[in-house]
């Protein structure tokens, strides 16, 4: 089974597709593919699906959207050469949940996790190209907002978040292993368009105002500076964290002709706002 979430919901068995075109099936899968080979407790897909007030028939409507995926599922199976895997093999019932076995298939959160984990290591360990690399490969997984094509409930807006927690470190560590490459041109129009997306993100704004900087656009890298710090004090009243003032003094007391010594940026994240 191959199973893509990160960018439109895709689940294909044999090379065909189990992914439902209703609504509630499509969460049921959504949720069962992000937890492949793991029991999703049975709790878990009702609040998923009616939130805090389920009606009266949730469990029996739940075993129909079951029905219905198992469905797709025997089709898919149909086209295939292991005529001993039944639909109950893929899509599991377990006491008190379900289970979706991946058969040992390809997931791209699974390895958008191994690839990101791979760059952390290797820029902890200095090796900046193969960081970037791994890192700008994990990242390249990614086709749109994780589940873009979803209508989330509870349980799968959680995920998503922290799915895009976890893109937004990747994306962090693969900038600065960059900007530690003297890759700071290179990097100006992705930063320009991540600030305007995240504008209460210290660190883009930090990473953003070195790349300025090392350009020779010291004003600039300044400029950027007093826009986050207007953000920061009139939506979430606090001030910019003491590691970035600290780049924006180092900004100020370094001249336009002569580069910072430190690449170091803000370690600070606020909660992106759109």
């Known amino acids: 089974m191959d199973i893509d979430v990160l960018g439109a919901l895709d689940v294909r068995e044999n090379g065909i597709s189990i992914t439902p075109t209703a609504a509630k099936p499509r969460q049921v899968l959504a949720l069962l593919a992000l937890h492949a080979d793991q029991t999703v407790p049975v709790a878990a897909l009702i609040e998923e699906l009616w939130g805090e007030r389920p009606p009266r028939s949730a469990r029996t409507t739940l075993q129909t959207y079951i029905l219905q995926l198992r469905a797709l599922i025997a089709t898919a199976l149909a086209g295939g050469e292991d005529a001993t895997r039944t639909p109950k093999d893929v899509l599991v019932t377990l006491p008190g949940g379900y289970l979706l076995s991946s058969g040992g298939g390809t997931s791209d959160v699974r390895e958008f996790e191994r690839l990101s984990g791979m760059g952390y290591r290797a820029v902890d360990a200095g090796d900046h190209p193969g960081g970037a690399r791994l890192l700008r490969e994990a990242l390249a997984l990614w086709s749109g907002p994780a589940f873009a094509d979803v209508q989330g409930g509870v349980q799968l807006d959680m995920e998503i978040r922290r799915l895009e927690e976890t893109r937004l470190c990747a994306l962090d560590q693969r900038i600065e292993a960059d900007l530690r490459l003297g890759r700071h041109r290179e990097l100006l129009a992705e930063l320009t368009v991540l600030v305007s ?60 002709e002569r580069p910072l010594e430190s690449t170091e940026t803000p370690r600070r994240r606020l909660a992106p706002v759109g």
């Open 197 to 256: 997306r995240y504008r209460t993100h210290e660190n883009l704004h930090g990473q953003f105002m070195l790349a300025l900087h090392r350009s020779g656009r010291r004003g600039e890298a300044l400029s950027v500076y007093q826009r986050l710090r207007t953000t920061l004090v009139r939506e979430l009243g606090i001030e910019p964290s003491a590691a970035l003032r600290r780049l924006q003094r180092s900004i100020l007391m370094t001249g336009p």
